[in-house]
């Protein structure tokens, strides 16, 4: 069930937003529902890229490099 929530902006940035969002086609409703959502599962990415290096923890490079290796540009 979709339900209305109310915010509030400049009305010049609310102008601006919509221009934008006309020009790709789009609304600002539906340009705010995919933010509130991938802002919904952020926390999840959090715990996930955690799990990650604290896998990844367990690598090693190797040996350790000088100060002229790690910046040396290629």
């Known amino acids: 069930m979709m339900k209305n929530i109310t915010l ?3 009305e010049e940035t609310i ?3 919509r221009r934008r969002a006309m020009s790709e086609n789009t609304s600002l409703n ?3 529902r995919e933010w509130l959502e ?3 599962v952020q926390p999840l ?3 996930k890229y955690e ?4 896998r990844l ?9 000088n100060r002229e290796e790690m ?3 290629r």
């Open 57 to 65: 923890d367990q690598v090693q490079a190797g040996r350790s490099f």
């Open 45 to 47: 990415a959090s715990e």
């Open 8 to 10: 509030s902006a400049n």
């Open 71 to 73: 910046n040396e540009r």
């Open 15 to 17: 102008q601006q937003a």
């Open 38 to 40: 991938r802002y919904a």
């Open 51 to 54: 799990e990650l290096t604290e």
């Open 30 to 32: 539906k340009l705010f």
